[in-house]
């Protein structure tokens, strides 16, 4: 028993114009073809190969001495048990930030470096203490950093 064959028919005026055209049109709609029916349905691919690992939430907003959201401001976090920041990032324009960090269960510490910030009045900042940040399992911690 022979399986079903896909058949192109191509003028043949248009063979003998366009050559070597019609032969990369006619591989290019075989992989196609011949593509889709190869990988079964539900099969993995490549790309979805990879499993995500589980992950916690960090998010939060930094504020000014208005009570305004602060934007651009350099925020950084590290493991409470590291003495150097290990995630830096910025706050966007709403203020905010938010940070992946492995799931299960641990304690951060979150505060914002001012080295270079200009507020938008052109006052100068002082930063507030760290906030410690305990994360259990795959959950989300909101914190304000509050700017003076």
């Known amino acids: 028993m022979t399986s079903p064959r896909a058949c192109i028919l191509v003028p043949s005026s248009f063979v003998a ?3 070597s055209r019609v032969v990369l049109l006619g591989m290019l709609l075989s ?5 889709r029916a190869a990988a079964a349905p539900g099969s993995a691919s490549p790309a979805g190969s990879k499993h995500e690992k589980p992950y ?3 998010f939060g907003t930094v504020w000014g001495p208005d009570n305004h959201p602060l934007c651009g401001v350099k ?6 048990d590291q ?3 290990h995630w830096e990032l910025a706050s966007d324009h709403n203020g905010e930030f938010a940070l992946r960090v492995p799931a299960g269960q641990g304690d951060y ?7 270079g910030y200009k507020s938008p009045g052109g ?3 002082q930063p507030t203490q760290e906030v410690r940040v305990h994360i259990e399992n795959d959950e989300r911690a909101n914190i304000g950093l509050h700017l003076e």
């Open 56 to 58: 916690a939430l960090i």
């Open 75 to 80: 925020v950084k976090i590290r493991r409470a």
């Open 31 to 35: 992989m196609v073809c011949f593509g």
């Open 123 to 125: 006052k100068q900042l």
């Open 109 to 115: 510490l979150v505060w914002a470096d001012l080295k």
């Open 83 to 85: 003495k150097k920041a």
């Open 17 to 19: 114009h366009r050559g």
